[in-house]
């Protein structure tokens, strides 16, 4: 570990974590102005947080001490997750903690506390949800894993930082399997993070949701944490993407002086992905639930036929 | 590789995807765009082959493949489709992710299928064989599974794309008096099913072929 790249590692953890309801504003803006409304803001999300968190929380009866503390490993697990992915440095000590497997392992992990914390209370919603979720979850991780195998073909390593390192050394190569990974993962992020097509993210009716029917029994801070984690699961995915097919511009490790336009290249390349992922929801319509295994089956078969035309044409 | 080989191993990606998006499309409308689509990256690849081997022939190739599977063929389709108000119509059959995981398993055999015979050929787009060979049997697989006569024939001429893809990476395209002789076909091959289409619902009140079978006097 390079003891001088600690402060980098901090700074992308604060600023992934601080950033991250910007992002969310940002998306809620663009999905506005594309429905010709005028938007509450980039700041709302915060606003929503900022009264989220002064409220007290009220908590069911029958709440357990799983019920209490599933925010806090959702929000720690995205955080952490936020944290190793290769945003605008691959010089990230912290990195080697998790490649892109366990990666999507903490994904995994944070899923399931939210689901048994729906199901802790008993109300026919949370249980809902969380069967759901699960649904959802399960049908979208191997593809997500099918997806991440191969840039790991490409670069011989399931770590990040290295996918990324020679994904950017070479000069412009032309992936065709990596064509279409970029199209099963952005399917994947859609369906992970509860967006159209597959789940409205806004909705107010509860027999609708997915992900929102999750959180139905939460309020006062642990609303606000599980909101706040919703946001940077949403970043971190977008960075993902990000790493895996746009890594040009990311500073390597060791070099300082490149750090300010990698940060600011890698905030353009946010603000485009936030306006297209609006784009792309305003065109969609939700899909029926029926439908979802349909939609990530195209997405595990868009994957697994990335690997194999990696196989044949050897790119 | 130099940049035009990636570019043809990219367009090659692409007509596979293609293919396997007219497996799974169920209106007839966006159908006959993904044909016009994978038209257009079949005469884009052989442009591409015409650059990089510096063969004047095949940029006729591309031209007419460009003419006929572009703008011809789709605009005779699109006709055909107002004239028989099936527009916006919905195949009824397929279950999505059943045909998706048929489809893959062709490709898979399609790929070990053609690693010994694109070895022996010695043409820069070699590769591609295997694609060539996974969309045609992706097209007689959508042929097999449509029930309706339009949609079938949408794969004939998806398998015939495919056809001209797996001559292209073997050996350059074919000779110029068979490739006209294949675009000719095309085109009267449509019209005459065309015709077949409106004999077809008039007897039948529908273009689903299997009302033929039921017919027995």
């Known amino acids: 570990m390079n003891a001088r790249e600690i ?21 809620g803006q663009c999905r506005a102005w594309f429905a010709n409304r005028s938007g509450a803001g ?4 915060y606003r929503v947080l900022r009264k989220l968190f002064h409220k007290s929380p009220v908590m069911a009866h029958e709440a357990s001490l799983l019920f209490r503390i599933a925010p806090y490993i959702l929000f720690g697990g995205m955080a952490l997750a936020g944290a190793i992915v290769p945003m605008f440095s691959t010089g990230l000590p912290f990195a ?3 490649d892109a497997i366990a990666l999507v392992g903490i994904f995994a992990f944070t899923r399931i506390f939210a689901a048994l914390a729906a199901m802790d209370v008993g109300t026919a919603f949370g249980s809902m949800g969380a069967r759901r979720e699960m649904l959802v979850g399960f049908l979208a991780e191997p593809a997500l ?3 991440l195998f191969t840039p790991a073909l490409i670069s011989h390593s399931t770590s990040l930082t290295v996918i990324v390192m020679s994904l950017t050394a070479a000069r412009l190569v032309l992936y065709p399997s990596m064509a279409f990974a970029a199209v099963a993962f952005t399917m994947v992020l859609l369906a992970e993070n509860g967006r159209i097509p597959v789940d409205n993210p806004d909705t107010h009716l509860e027999l609708t949701m997915i992900h929102g029917a999750l959180d139905l029994e939460y309020s006062g801070r642990y609303l606000a944490l599980i909101e706040w984690a919703s946001a940077i699961k949403l970043l971190t995915y977008i960075a993902i993407g990000i790493a895996l097919f746009v890594p040009w511009g990311i500073a390597r490790s060791g070099h300082w002086a490149h750090f300010p336009l990698a940060l600011a290249i890698f905030v353009v390349k946010v603000i485009a992905a936030g306006a297209g992922l609006a784009l792309l929801e305003t065109l969609l319509a939700k899909m029926r639930l029926f439908r979802i295994p349909e939609f990530l089956g195209t997405a595990f078969m868009l994957a697994v036929l990335g690997l194999l035309v990696h196989f044949l044409l050897g790119a | 590789m130099p940049l035009f080989a990636q570019a043809i191993n990219m367009l090659a990606a692409l007509f596979l995807l293609v293919a ?12 006959i765009n993904l044909y016009a689509l994978q038209g257009l990256i079949l005469g884009l690849s052989i442009g591409v082959v015409a650059y990089g081997t510096d063969q004047p022939k095949l940029y006729f190739s591309a031209g007419l493949n460009l003419i006929l599977k572009v703008i011809a ?3 005779l389709l699109r006709r055909l489709v107002r004239k028989l108000q099936v527009q916006w119509d919905r195949e009824t059959i397929l279950y999505i992710p059943t045909i998706m995981l048929l489809g893959l398993g062709l490709v898979i055999f399609a790929f070990n299928a053609s690693l010994p015979l694109s070895e022996l050929a010695g043409t820069i787009n070699h590769n591609t064989l295997g694609i060539a060979l996974a969309s045609v049997l992706l097209s007689s697989l959508m042929m097999i599974l449509r029930a309706t006569a339009i949609s079938q024939v949408i794969g004939f001429l998806a398998l015939e794309n495919g056809l001209i893809f797996a001559a292209t990476s073997v050996t350059y395209g074919m000779p110029m008096v068979i490739e006209l002789g294949i675009a000719l076909d ?9 015709v077949f289409f409106f004999h077809i619902r008039e007897q039948f009140d529908s273009l689903e072929l299997n009302y033929l079978d039921r017919h027995e006097d």
């Open chain 1, 96 to 98: 080697p903690v998790a």
């Open chain 2, 186 to 194: 095309v085109i009267v091959g449509v019209f005459i099913l065309g």
């Open chain 1, 42 to 45: 980039l700041l709302q999300p």
């Open chain 2, 73 to 75: 063929v789709p605009w």
């Open chain 1, 145 to 147: 894993l099918i997806v």
């Open chain 1, 7 to 27: 402060p980098l590692q901090l700074t992308q953890f604060v600023l992934v974590v601080g950033a991250a309801p910007l992002l969310a504003g940002w998306i």
């Open chain 2, 20 to 31: 396997f998006a007219m497996l799974s499309q169920r209106r007839l409308a966006n159908l």
